[in-house]
């Protein structure tokens, strides 16, 4: 009797593990697929004070990022109106998707290794890279030039780190969001701006900059720009990837580039599907 009732007690056992593990490999019903279906809604997390990529004026969010946010959407099933924009730091992309305050991360993101830890990634769906923002009249021409110089850029960012690691003699200031870099800048309390060049040149462009900045044009990493969800959304990250897919063949990546960044005259680059992650898995 004894020894029956132990037999069934881990029998039961065996099946619940089962089961929990079956549950962790069946993520589509918590993850943004499941969640587009029932809900036909999405939060996406966005940059409120990037031109170009992802800015806000009043209510309204534009930019590249948010142009690739609504194919998105409406890859997933979910109305554009549906959409609810949250505007996002660098510093708290991973937690607000980890605590689920946003469903998706489309702002300027790099995927890294360090990021993946807590992460998931598709994409990428650009490729910028770090650059610096200098005074019009100034005769930095690379990173190499910043020691004992004071550089600004923002918590929780690549190129923050970047310069942390790799060119420690430079002083860098950091802010939650790039866009207070540039009063400084202006006014000389720091010798340049560091962030990805796409961004960098946003800022130059707008009007109340004109004529006082100017982008080093020297890039020194690779920024691919992924879209962030939870770490075990493994069904939802693949299904990003076939919607960026999709877009790169039936015209709508081109369209999302030309109505925003490609303004400027820059042709749409090259969305190079076979280098979509692989969602976690190897
Ligand atoms: N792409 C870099 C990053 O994800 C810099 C831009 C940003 O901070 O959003 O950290």
Redo the contacts with the bound molecule.
């Keep these: 009797m004894r020894t029956k009732r132990a037999v069934t007690v881990a029998a039961v056992a065996a099946l619940s593990f089962a089961m929990a593990a079956c549950g962790g490999d069946d993520d589509s019903a918590d993850g943004i697929v499941g969640k587009a279906e029932s809900q036909e809604k999405l939060v996406i997390g966005v940059?409120a004070d990037q031109p170009g990529l992802g800015l806000q004026t009043g209510t309204e969010y534009e930019g590249f990022d948010i142009e690739i946010g609504k194919i998105i959407a409406k890859g997933l099933g979910v109305d554009e109106s549906n959409i609810e924009w949250k505007t996002t730091v660098?510093s708290n992309r991973e937690p607000f998707i980890q605590q689920g305050t946003v469903d998706l991360v489309v702002?300027?993101?790099?995927i890294n290794d360090e990021r993946k830890e807590k992460v998931n990634f598709a994409g990428p769906y650009f490729v910028?890279g770090q650059d610096l923002l200098v005074q019009a009249d100034s005769t930095i021409t690379g990173p190499n030039q910043l020691d004992g110089k004071k550089v600004c850029s923002?918590t929780g960012?690549?190129?923050a780190k970047r310069i942390q690691t790799d060119y420690p003699n430079a002083e860098l200031q950091q802010f939650d969001s790039y866009s207070k870099c540039l009063p400084e800048l202006e006014k000389g309390q720091v010798d340049a701006v560091t962030?990805?060049d796409i961004?960098l040149a946003g800022y130059a462009a707008q009007d109340q900059w004109t004529g006082k900045f100017k982008v080093v044009g020297s890039t020194f990493s690779d920024?691919p720009y992924g879209i962030g969800l939870k770490k075990d959304d493994t069904t939802g990250c693949e299904k990003v990837n076939e919607i960026l897919t999709e877009a790169a063949s039936d015209g709508s990546y081109q369209a999302a580039w030309d109505k925003t960044l490609g303004k400027s005259g820059t042709a749409a680059p090259e969305l190079d599907t076979t280098k979509l992650t692989h969602c976690g898995s190897v």
């Design positions: 940059k660098s702002a300027t993101y790099t910028a923002v960012s690549t190129p962030t990805d961004i920024e």
